[in-house]
T-cell receptor, first 114, second 114 residues
Framework: EDQVTQSPEALRLQEGESSSLNCSYT??????LFWYRQDPGKGPEFLFT???AGEEKEKERLKATLTKKESFLHITAPKPEDSATYLC???????????????FGQGTILTVHP | DTEVTQTPKHLVMGMTNKKSLKCEQH?????MYWYKQKAKKPPELMFV???????INESVPSRFSPECPNSSLLNLHLHALQPEDSALYLC?????????????FGQGTRLTVV
C-alpha cells in the first residue's frame, strides 16, 4: 500500500536553530514529490517539486532534498515567520497514466520561537 | 501570477440549503481540483478535471456536484449536506495532470453546515 509519512508531527525551534523535517514514502511508482507550506485557515502554498533521487532545490532558508525513500526539508536559521504546517505530497504513477492525484502526508507543525 | 481565487471565503448553510462554491484561475492551467480538508488533517482529493472533463471522482457523495464551465472556472454545487461535511474546501489548479503537476491552491472556503 502506498504510504507517505512525515516526521516529526510537531517541531519547536528557537530562532536561528537549524533543523530538518522528514517525509518518507513507500510507493509503487513516484512521479514527483512536492513540498507545501500551510498557514492556519489558508490554502497550501507551493514550495518545491522534486522528481528524482539526488535532486535538491533551495529557496531562501529552505532546502529540499530527495532520495529513493525519503525527502528532507532543511530549514537554516529559521525565523518566527517560518512557523507553519509543512506538507509533503507525492504524485504516483497509475498504470502508465498520471492523473494528477496528490497524496499528502500528515504534515509537520513547525513553531519557531523568537 | 500563481493565483487561484475562491469565493466565498466563509459559508454557513443549513442541511436543506443549496449553495455553490466558486474557483477561478487565469494561469492557463488545464487541470483543476477540489480538495476537502478537516481540522489538523491533510487535504483529501475529491475531484479532478482535466481539459474541462471530469477525470477523477474519489467516491464523493452525490450531494457534492462539481462543474467546470470553462478552462478557468470550477464550481462545486452543494445540496443536502450533513454537519460532518463542515470543512475547508480547497480548489487547486496545475498545468496538467502529467508530470508538470505543481498544484497551486486557493485560500479555501470555510464551510459550516448547521
Amino acid at each position: 500500500e502506498d504510504q507517505v509519512t512525515q516526521s516529526p508531527e510537531a517541531l519547536r525551534l528557537q530562532e536561528g536553530e537549524s533543523s530538518s523535517l522528514n517525509c518518507s514514502y513507500t510507493v509503487s511508482g513516484l512521479r514527483g514529490l512536492f513540498w507545501y507550506r500551510q498557514d492556519p485557515g489558508k490554502g497550501p502554498e507551493f514550495l518545491f517539486t522534486l522528481y528524482s533521487a539526488g535532486e535538491e532545490k533551495e529557496k531562501e532558508r529552505l532546502k529540499a532534498t530527495l532520495t529513493k525513500k525519503e525527502s528532507f526539508l532543511h530549514i537554516t536559521a529559521p525565523k518566527p515567520e517560518d512557523s507553519a504546517t509543512y506538507l509533503c505530497a507525492v504524485l504516483l504513477r497509475a498504470g502508465g497514466t498520471s492523473y494528477g492525484k496528490l497524496t499528502f502526508g500528515q504534515g509537520t507543525i513547525l513553531t519557531v520561537h523568537p | 501570477d500563481t493565483e487561484v481565487t475562491q469565493t466565498p471565503k466563509h459559508l454557513v448553510m443549513g442541511m436543506t440549503n443549496k449553495k455553490s462554491l466558486k474557483c477561478e484561475q487565469h494561469m492557463g492551467h488545464r487541470a483543476m481540483y477540489w480538495y476537502k480538508q478537516k481540522a489538523k488533517k491533510p487535504p483529501e482529493l475529491m475531484f479532478v478535471y482535466s481539459y474541462e472533463k471530469l477525470s477523477i471522482n474519489e467516491s464523493v457523495p452525490s450531494r457534492f456536484s462539481p462543474e467546470c464551465p470553462n478552462s478557468s472556472l470550477l464550481n462545486l454545487h452543494l445540496h443536502a449536506l450533513q454537519p460532518e461535511d463542515s470543512a475547508l474546501y480547497l480548489c487547486a489548479s496545475s498545468h496538467s495532470t502529467g508530470r508538470d503537476t505543481e498544484a497551486f491552491f486557493g485560500q479555501g472556503t470555510r464551510l459550516t453546515v448547521v
